[in-house]
């Protein structure tokens, strides 16, 4: 247990590094950053955005049991595992969001420019809410057509983000289960990924640091449990030895 806890915490101390400078940093997000870089960041961020991450989901689950080589059933019972860390800690988003009812910072934004109250704003249905958003917009010609979509589509509360809950939980499992299996190349990709999800979050106007901070330690306390759970019933993340040696041998020869 000691060495899961170890591997998570470590993968989450490399999230948290971004999202912790620029909370202490004193950023503030202002809409009118480049456009091609926001389209790039929207492409990323929509990877978790349903439906995408339906997909992401999907194939992260395909890879990480074909890294982890597991039998059949043991197989099953980890992308059981998987599927329900991250649908645990959606449901946890989703609750704390109702409790704490933290606006976005786009919607503090409208408040400031367009004379939206806050309250007011989170007093209507949410369809309302995206029809006033996309109303409130039409002309506002700083903002790209694709993010005053999302916006539209994204008028919930703010604390914690779900979608670094979901992006963190996977880099953190790459972490917990592939690094025994010297899957750094893996591993690296799926931190990198998680933590431009986060950014994206970030310079979209959809969130402020401390939600990505909260969200991220929220998902290393799930991933820890669901880690040590897939040891207990899928049995070790170690390769024997012999295998050990293959895998090894095949990272030499740039497999």
């Known amino acids: 247990m000691l060495a899961i806890v170890r591997r998570t915490a470590a993968g989450a101390a490399i999230l948290l590094i971004m999202p912790v400078i620029v909370w202490l940093s004193g950023w503030a997000w202002e809409p009118g950053h480049d456009t091609g870089w926001l389209k790039l960041l929207y492409a990323i961020t929509e990877t978790v955005t349903q439906p995408w991450g339906i997909i992401t989901h999907g194939v992260l689950c395909a890879w990480f049991l074909w890294c982890l080589r597991f039998r059949l059933r043991p197989a099953i019972v980890l992308f059981t595992i998987l599927a329900c860390a991250i649908l645990a800690g959606q449901g946890v988003k989703s609750w704390m969001k109702g409790w704490v009812q933290e606006p976005r910072p786009f919607v503090v934004w409208l408040e400031k420019t367009h004379h939206i109250p806050v309250d007011t704003f989170y007093t209507l249905k949410r369809k309302a809410r995206g029809e006033l ?98 040891q207990r019933l899928c049995g070790p993340l170690t390769p024997p030895p012999q295998e050990d040696k293959e895998i090894a041998q095949r990272e030499e020869e740039g497999v």
Do not use: N, Y
């Open 133 to 230: 958003v996309k109303e409130q917009l039409a002309q506002e010609q700083t903002i790209p057509a694709f993010l005053r979509k999302h916006w539209q589509k994204e008028t919930g509360f703010a604390f914690p983000s779900g979608h670094t809950m979901f992006a963190a939980s996977w880099a953190m499992l790459a972490v917990g289960l592939l690094w025994p299996r010297r899957r750094t190349l893996t591993i690296a990709i799926v931190l990198v990924w998680a933590i431009s999800v986060m950014g994206s979050r970030l310079l979209l106007g959809m969130h402020w640091p401390r939600d990505l901070v909260v969200a991220t330690l929220l998902s290393w306390l799930l991933v820890t449990c669901a880690t040590w759970l897939a």
